[in-house]
């Protein structure tokens, strides 16, 4: 297996002042009084009709010049597109036609108009674009207003697509809206630097991805970079993911299809512990930040996943880390993230659940992280790697770990970015995953980190 690497580019995406933060600054003041929770919405839906628009009308052109291998094509042919993985966009939503028409007071129907006819000729959409722009609370005036700012950046051309600029304005939106949604946001949004060190520690290079707690699919997102950043190809894993909030599984959808990414999310939305809509899955790994302590879940003292013991109704923190490992295939592996208070709580028969797991020899890795990573809460969390099996394994260079936990302290890692906002740089992130590969025995490093506290149990 290669060694993990990271970029050299900057993770600091709040220190980053190019376009995308001109671009936020401008989107946010046309908001006026409207709940972030909702404006993302409007937002998010208009820049992924930009995209497809963009992506449409650059094989528009070429279909329309006939050259190569588009000798005789008829530039109208849905099939053309189809056949090039490009989204068809009918006429009366195209960027063009849009933008010349986001003066008149019928603009938010014009837009509903859009995404309805979109989804209709590309079956792969149904149900998941925003179609309320015509609703009254929204101000037709500055909704034209956006359409005109968000028509100044090109994002589905080649050139854009090569440098990712979808991407990037994509991910730094989902970024500021967590922000400005405070404890909310954190419903949809995990931190990029967070999702680095999930990904970068498991190296999903192939196999099934699971995430039953998916948010607005970064899991997902950064495998795939992962996978094509180690000389993988987009497809090389198969994505499954649930959301239970219908709104954010929508801008998972969306999030993946703007990449061309595909994934199973089943047929709706549904609550995990309620409705399993991949109960027969085993997953090679899973990836997860699950609701912090969640009290308001749905428990069936019967249910089949609670393997290590029946967890407590007052906290959901041992029914996901149950559901997880109930999902994992034999030499499955998981990464996620729960609050601090997992690795020393009590209550309610939770000390002899993580006892259990404990001794069954699950635990591979923890890691506990500095405060401050995420807008959803200030609390210090820490991160579990459990894996179903141990074993030396020469095809994936694995060393025999049989009885023993890595411990790696991040506490005092990270930059301020703000007053209340921490990040993981590229350094901690390196070392935090050198630190683990080394351990583990699939990089021959010699690497001896003097920044991380490392200990075996």
């Given at each position: 297996m290669p060694p993990a690497k990271t970029k050299n580019a900057s993770n600091n995406q709040a220190a980053n002042l190019g376009f995308e933060a001109k671009l936020w600054i401008t989107a946010d003041k046309l908001r006026n009084n409207m709940d972030a929770a909702e404006y993302k919405h409007v937002v998010l839906g208009l820049i992924f009709l930009k995209y497809i628009s963009d992506s449409f009308e650059e094989m528009h052109a070429n279909l329309a010049l006939g050259l190569g291998d588009y000798a005789g094509s008829n530039p109208e042919d849905q099939d053309e597109y189809r056949a090039e993985n490009v989204f068809w966009v009918p006429p009366a939503a195209r960027w063009k036609y849009l933008q010349n028409s986001a003066k008149q007071p019928t603009i938010g129907k014009i837009v509903d108009d859009a995404m309805v006819a979109i989804e209709r000729d590309n079956p792969r959409l149904k149900g998941v674009l925003p179609k309320d722009y015509a609703r009254p609370g929204l101000d037709k005036q500055r909704l034209g207003e956006l359409i005109d700012v968000i028509g100044t950046i090109g994002l589905g051309d080649a050139e854009n697509r090569s440098k990712d600029i979808l991407g990037r304005v994509y991910e730094y939106f989902l970024t500021q809206f967590a922000s400005a949604e405070g404890k909310n946001g954190g419903q949809f949004y995990t931190p990029r630097c967070v999702v680095r060190v999930l990904v970068e520690m498991l190296s999903p290079y192939k196999?099934?991805?699971?995430?039953?707690?998916?948010?607005?699919?970064?899991?997902?997102?950064?495998?795939?970079?992962?996978?094509?950043?180690?000389?993988?190809?987009?497809?090389?894993?198969s994505i499954y993911g649930q959301e239970s909030n219908s709104t954010t599984r929508r801008l998972?959808?969306?999030?993946?299809?703007?990449?061309g990414i595909e994934g199973d999310f089943g047929p709706e939305h549904a609550d995990t512990f309620r409705r399993d809509l991949h109960k027969d899955l085993r997953a090679d790994y899973v990836l997860a930040n699950p609701p912090f302590n969640d009290s308001d879940?749905?428990?069936?003292?019967?249910?089949?996943?609670w393997?290590?013991?029946?967890?407590?109704?007052?906290n959901a923190n041992f029914a996901w880390v149950q559901h997880f490992i109930h999902h994992l295939a034999p030499s499955g592996m998981?990464?996620?993230?729960?609050?601090?208070?997992?690795?020393?709580?009590?209550?309610?028969?939770?000390?002899?659940?993580?006892?259990?797991?404990?001794e069954a020899d699950l635990v591979d890795c923890m890691v506990a992280m500095p405060g401050q990573l995420f807008y959803s809460t200030q609390i210090p969390v820490c991160l579990w790697f459990l894996t179903k099996s141990k074993v030396a394994d020469a095809k994936r260079n694995f060393r025999d770990r049989r009885k023993q936990t890595l411990f790696i302290d991040?506490?005092?890692?990270?930059?301020?970015?703000?007053?209340?906002?921490?990040?993981?740089?590229?350094?901690?992130?390196s070392r935090i995953t050198s630190t683990y590969h080394?351990?583990?025995?699939?990089?021959?490093?010699?690497?001896?980190?003097?920044?991380?506290s490392a200990s075996l149990l």
């Open positions: 196999g099934r991805v699971y995430d039953p707690a998916c948010g607005s699919g970064g899991m997902f997102v950064q495998s795939e970079k992962f996978v094509e950043e180690h000389g993988g190809r987009l497809g090389d894993i998972a959808l969306m999030n993946l299809a703007i990449r879940w749905h428990r069936n003292d019967e249910d089949v996943r393997q290590y013991g029946v967890p407590p109704k007052g998981a990464g996620f993230v729960l609050a601090n208070g997992s690795m020393s709580s009590n209550q309610s028969g939770e000390g002899d659940i993580r006892r259990a797991i404990i991040a506490r005092k890692m990270g930059t301020l970015i703000d007053r209340v906002h921490r990040e993981l740089t590229d350094a901690d992130i080394a351990w583990r025995g699939d990089v021959d490093t010699g690497y001896a980190d003097r920044h991380v």
